[in-house]
């Protein structure tokens, strides 16, 4: 990560963060009175398309501020935040979970994402953690309940892959100190993945912004002990460094770029880099050796495809960061 990519991607971030339409809401309404207006329902995340896009814009602005703190685009970060992250906002967000048909509402790609956004905060430092934290509370509370009600995890390539959701709530675990949140995840990973062998990695669908598999294997490295799950992941991906399964290791291919959907798999491609290169050296050996290397192939085919339409270019930044930056 270069200090002029950092403030490309933060420029991206700013020229959507509060772009209120096109929009697309995640909201159920019962009546007349529930008529939706993006900005007057979510006075914080408004912009970006929808709710978690903006909300994950947000991260990618608070990270780069962090990283690259002397950025020509830190001044405008900083202006954005302070008219942002007031208690009047933060609690015109949180009162929007009371409503009784708001139970799904981003679940769990945004709950996870807001809880990175609380932690990146925590970690810079930043004086709007505190304010924000009384709803970064009430999605940690839903994922605490929610969790035991999974009986089954859900293995697709887009919103609500669980094993995503519970990488991002780790970090978020771990930089607040929730070990009661880790280890009840760490019991509910190894009741979803745990027997799981040989996978096929049937991937990407058509619609994939995220490898079903790897991103179960992401979450069993971060809460299973390290020699737990080097031997988890011997059985779960036997046949890695002979290359197999190759479908894994090719990147995805983008027909329609101006289509949101298919333009999902450019963050497939920067989503299987991020999740190959964190775990390619706990894999080491060959395996380990034909992770990174599928990681620089797929960095290459994505990397240059951030800006361009707004059906990318809303939030295929905040993944690329991810790719050179990691998670935590």
Not at 68 to 78: C, M, N, S, V, Y
Not at 151 to 157: F, I, N, S
Not at 224 to 252: K, S
């Amino acid at each position: 990560m270069t200090p002029d990519q950092a403030a490309a991607f933060a420029r991206i971030a700013l020229g959507h963060v509060t772009r209120e339409y096109p929009h697309k809401a995640d909201h159920v309404m019962t009546g007349d009175a529930d008529a939706y207006l993006p900005r007057r329902v979510h006075p914080i995340f408004f912009g970006s398309f929808d709710w978690h896009s903006c909300v994950h814009g947000y991260w990618l602005l608070t990270r780069i501020r962090r990283l690259f703190p002397d950025l020509a685009e830190a001044a405008a970060i900083d202006a954005l935040f302070a008219d942002a992250f007031t208690a009047e906002k933060v609690e015109a967000e949180r009162a929007y979970l009371d409503q009784p048909m708001s139970r799904g509402f981003e679940r769990p790609y945004g709950w996870a994402w807001l809880l990175m956004l609380h932690s990146e905060l925590i970690v810079a430092g930043s004086p709007h953690a505190a304010t924000l934290r009384p709803l970064a509370d009430a999605f940690a509370e839903r994922w605490r309940a929610h969790l035991p009600l999974m009986t089954y995890p859900v293995r697709v390539g887009i919103h609500a892959n669980t094993g995503f959701a519970v990488v991002l709530a780790d970090r978020y675990a771990r930089v607040t100190g929730d070990t009661a949140l880790r280890e009840l995840m760490a019991e509910r990973v190894r009741h979803w993945f745990g027997t799981d062998r040989a996978a096929q990695a049937w991937e990407p669908s058509g619609e994939d912004f995220l490898s079903p598999v790897l991103m179960e294997a992401m979450a069993m490295q971060r809460l299973l002990p390290a020699d737990a799950f080097a031997a988890w992941f011997a059985d779960f991906l036997p046949a890695l460094g002979a290359g197999e399964p190759a479908t894994l290791l090719t990147p995805g291919r983008i027909s329609d770029r101006s289509d949101g959907r298919i333009a999902h798999l450019d963050g497939l491609n920067l989503s299987r880099a991020w999740a190959m290169r964190a775990l390619a050296p706990a894999i080491g050996g060959t395996a380990g050796g034909m992770l990174e290397a599928a990681a620089d192939a797929h960095l290459s085919a994505a990397l240059g495809e951030i800006a361009g339409d707004y059906m990318g270019e809303h939030w295929l930044a905040t993944f690329a960061l991810l790719a050179l930056t990691g998670v935590d």
